[in-house]
């Protein structure tokens, strides 16, 4: 296992279109081993996602998982599509482990319907909703080149950390 160095805003792999996994890949121990990699360097920087353009490889993984009332158990996406948007937006603060120091409210929708292939390469069809789908559209952001920040409308609610703890954090997230 190895934590591997995250790139940063301004970095050109995190504004480029990712690649599709060839799945003949996925079960070999190599990539295995990446996505175990993948989440060391998640859980090191205490991140709840990450996709592997963040960590310089341009190619459509992304990892999650999130402990707590409202988390979601460890998955992982490969090739994944989103094939359905719910009616419903939610406005949620998101930060980035490539975006240090900085939250941001960003609207998308509420519930999403996925299509992907899992860490067996056995393809999913699953629907998410609240942080978990608010995490799915950020992490495969990354898979377009996209981050928070361009899905931010209200620029003025961008915060850095230490006041985001002062004024903010008690602010339940809220559905619109
Ligand atoms: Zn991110």
New binding site residues.
Partial sequence: MATLPVAKVGNPVLRKMAGSVDPAVVPTRAYQQFIDDMFETMDAYEGI?L?AP?VSRSEQLIVMRCDGQDGFPETVLINPRIVFYGPVQAEMWEG????DGLRGKVTRPSSIRVQALDREGRSVDFEAAGLFAVCIQ??MD?LIGK??LDRMTDLSTLTQLKEFDAYWKQEPATVI
């Fill in positions: 996602g996709a963040q980035c482990l490539s975006v950020h992490e990354h981050l928070f």
